[in-house]
């Protein structure tokens, strides 16, 4: 069992940045892939970023690429979203997921435990 709880979201003007962390207990962090997705209202959840258990090799979604990245600390536990140039399209809950799998997948449905997301809003 793993528990994640996410943090570091909030209300920020449109071009602003904000750092998202996502706290790890239970079992091994390490032996999982890491993803952070987001969903906004009437939206599917859709990855935002995925990262292996290692760190090593991280995954973006196309359209946030150069804005958005993903590191995680082993020895702490945790994963974090460095978000840049927010702008209002980015509105959303962003939540992380851990997966068994080596390499963190697109596909939500592959993930085994998930956050219980946190709110970001951008204003214009």
């Known amino acids: 069992q793993v528990q994640l709880i996410e943090s570091g979201g909030g209300l920020v003007q449109a071009g602003g940045s904000l750092r998202l962390s996502c706290a790890a207990s239970g079992r091994a962090f390490s032996s999982y892939a890491m993803g952070w997705f987001r969903q906004a209202p009437g939206k599917d959840r859709k990855i935002v970023a995925g990262?292996?258990?290692?760190?090593?090799?991280?995954y973006y979604a196309d359209s946030l690429k150069g804005r958005f990245t993903i590191s995680r600390d082993n020895a702490k536990n945790t994963v974090y979203l460095q978000m840049n140039s927010l702008s209002p399209e980015d509105t959303a809950v962003y939540y992380c997921?851990?997966?068994?799998?080596?390499?963190?997948?697109?596909?939500?449905?592959?993930?085994?435990?998930w956050g219980q997301g946190t709110q970001v809003t951008v204003s214009s």
């Open positions: 990262i292996s258990r290692g760190g090593g090799s991280t």
């Open positions: 997921a851990a997966s068994l799998a080596a390499m963190a997948p697109v596909n939500p449905g592959q993930y085994n435990y």
